[in-house]
């Protein structure tokens, strides 16, 4: 199973990105395994930290307080990929956005088996 962010990019204070997260390299056998989804940021000097989580088979969602409101996890309904709508980015939102997946929704690492390679998202003031 690999996961593939994109989406990241340059944008000013105030405005919009849309990460995505790819899957591919699963089967029926290892659907369950993924039904979890989530993301993740790491800001420079800091540890990586949960920003939202999802479950494929509910939508059941849960955001971190820094995002809620700002930030919206979704799913395609047409495949397993996930997004990350972020909104009114800041300063603080900058970091490296990782995309997981795992057997439940957490908002642990430990809670996921895979992940992403990341992409940076960068607000500038």
């Known amino acids: 199973v690999q996961l593939q962010a994109s989406g990241g990019g340059l944008v000013q204070v105030g405005g919009s990105l849309k990460l995505s997260c790819a899957i591919s390299?699963?089967?029926?056998?290892?659907?369950?395994?993924?039904?979890?989804r989530g993301w993740f940021r790491q800001a420079p000097g800091k540890e990586r930290e949960f920003v939202a989580a999802i479950y494929l088979t509910n939508s059941n969602t849960y955001y971190a307080d820094s995002v809620k409101g700002r930030f919206t996890i979704s799913r395609d309904n047409a495949s397993p990929t996930v997004y990350l709508q972020m909104n009114n980015l800041s300063p603080e939102d900058t970091a490296i956005y990782y995309c997981?997946?795992?057997?439940?929704?957490?908002?642990?690492?430990?809670?996921?088996?895979?992940w992403g390679q990341g992409t940076l998202v960068t607000v500038s003031s």
């Open positions: 390299g699963h089967t029926p056998s290892t659907y369950a395994t993924t039904y979890g």
């Open positions: 997981a997946a795992g057997p439940v929704r957490s908002r642990l690492q430990s809670g996921y088996t895979y």
